[in-house]
């Protein structure tokens, strides 16, 4: 009998690890959407909220080739995380806290139109928390060298052991993983209020160029809302905001996360030249 060379046994090892974690990963379709998914907690399903379709029927694809209807439980579009409930048994995985340092190996278990799948790559970069283009803070940054279908969005990332440290998801010419100490904060929010808290200025931005820099005119005014309150009108021009200037519209809305809401802001404004102050409390965004 041959002895078991070094790379037969890494691929023994591999092979064991997707068969472990496959049962607890299941397919998600959506209108003409198809991703990947994996049990959180008993009758809970977290998929990546970009490869849901914005309405529709949702329905899971099992391991054991059957399908169940599934609901939106809640959805965050700044971290890329939607929760989906569905009555069916799905064995939860364990989430690792850990985040595996540059060059690790990992593998990311998905399916592919309802058939489970598995990608080997490299960890090409580990660092700090960062916050996601929408305004989503994630607690780590996690890029993955390897190669994924728009189907295997979703999958679960392993490390060389095989925990899993988070979710496999398609950015701007990369591979992101959300870890897991974003999916359990965010899950848990969805779970229990159905959405994630952001704050809320109450009104509608134009960006415009101004001669020291960036402004942001005010178009419209919530009259219910924080801004109105405080004063601030239609036809303002926002140049600061907590005596730091403006760097623009899509910069002052990722400052909005959820521990924003409560707090006093300082909002630095010119009306008709003439510069003006108030002090807004930011509000919690209503529900579309």
Same mark, same amino acid.
């Given at each position: 009998?041959?002895?078991?060379?070094?790379?037969?046994?890494?691929?023994?090892?591999?092979?064991?690890?997707?068969?472990?974690?496959?049962?607890?990963?299941?397919?998600?379709?959506?209108?003409?959407?198809?991703?990947?998914?994996?049990?959180?907690?008993?009758?809970?399903?977290?998929?990546? @909220?970009?490869?849901?379709?914005?309405?529709?029927?949702?329905?899971?694809?099992?391991? @054991?080739?059957?399908?169940?209807?599934?609901?939106?439980?809640?959805?965050?579009?700044?971290?890329?995380?939607?929760?989906?409930?569905?009555?069916?048994?799905?064995?939860?995985?364990?989430?690792?806290?850990?985040?595996?340092?540059?060059?690790?190996?990992?593998?990311?278990?998905?399916?592919?139109?309802?058939?489970?799948?598995?990608?080997?790559?490299?960890?090409?970069?580990?660092?700090?928390?960062?916050?996601?283009?929408?305004?989503?803070?994630?607690?780590?940054?996690?890029?993955?060298?390897?190669?994924?279908?728009?189907?295997?969005?979703? =999958?679960?990332?392993? @490390?060389?052991?095989?925990?899993?440290?988070?979710?496999?998801?398609?950015?701007?010419?990369?591979?992101?993983?959300?870890?897991?100490?974003?999916?359990?904060?965010?899950?848990?929010?969805?779970?229990?209020? =159905?959405?994630?808290?952001?704050?809320?200025?109450?009104?509608?931005?134009?960006?415009?160029?101004?001669?020291?820099?960036?402004?942001?005119?005010?178009?419209?005014?919530?009259?219910?809302?924080?801004?109105?309150?405080?004063?601030?009108?239609?036809?303002?021009?926002?140049?600061?905001?907590?005596?730091?200037?403006?760097?623009?519209?899509?910069?002052?809305?990722?400052?909005?996360?959820?521990?924003?809401?409560?707090?006093?802001? @300082?909002?630095?404004?010119?009306?008709?030249?003439?510069?003006?102050?108030?002090?807004?409390?930011?509000?919690?965004?209503?529900?579309?």
């Amino acid at each position: 009998m041959t002895a078991p060379t070094p790379l037969s046994s890494l691929s023994s090892a591999l092979a064991d690890m997707v068969a472990r974690t496959a049962p607890s990963v299941v397919s998600v379709h959506s209108h003409r959407s198809r991703a990947t998914g994996f049990a959180w907690k008993p009758g809970l399903i977290v998929t990546a @909220d970009e490869a849901l379709a914005d309405e529709g029927a949702v329905e899971i694809g099992l391991a @054991d080739g059957s399908t169940a209807a599934a609901t939106i439980a809640g959805r965050d579009h700044t971290t890329d995380i939607a929760l989906l409930r569905v009555d069916a048994d799905v064995a939860p995985v364990k989430l690792a806290a850990t985040v595996p340092p540059l060059g690790a190996l990992s593998v990311v278990v998905a399916t592919n139109r309802e058939t489970p799948s598995a990608a080997l790559g490299m960890v090409s970069a580990s660092g700090e928390s960062w916050r996601s283009l929408r305004g989503g803070d994630i607690d780590a940054r996690i890029e993955l060298d390897v190669r994924l279908r728009g189907s295997q969005q979703g =999958g679960l990332a392993l @490390d060389a052991s095989g925990e899993a440290f988070g979710m496999a998801v398609l950015g701007p010419r990369r591979v992101l993983v959300i870890p897991t100490a974003t999916i359990e904060r965010v899950a848990a929010q969805l779970e229990a209020r =159905g959405r994630i808290a952001r704050g809320y200025l109450g009104l509608g931005l134009q960006p415009i160029r101004l001669d020291d820099g960036i402004g942001a005119m005010v178009m419209n005014v919530d009259k219910a809302g924080p801004s109105a309150a405080a004063g601030i009108r239609q036809g303002d021009v926002i140049v600061a905001v907590n005596d730091q200037k403006l760097s623009g519209v899509r910069a002052l809305a990722q400052t909005l996360g959820p521990s924003s809401v409560g707090t006093v802001v @300082d909002v630095a404004v010119r009306r008709g030249g003439e510069p003006a102050s108030f002090r807004v409390t930011v509000a919690e965004r209503p529900e579309a």
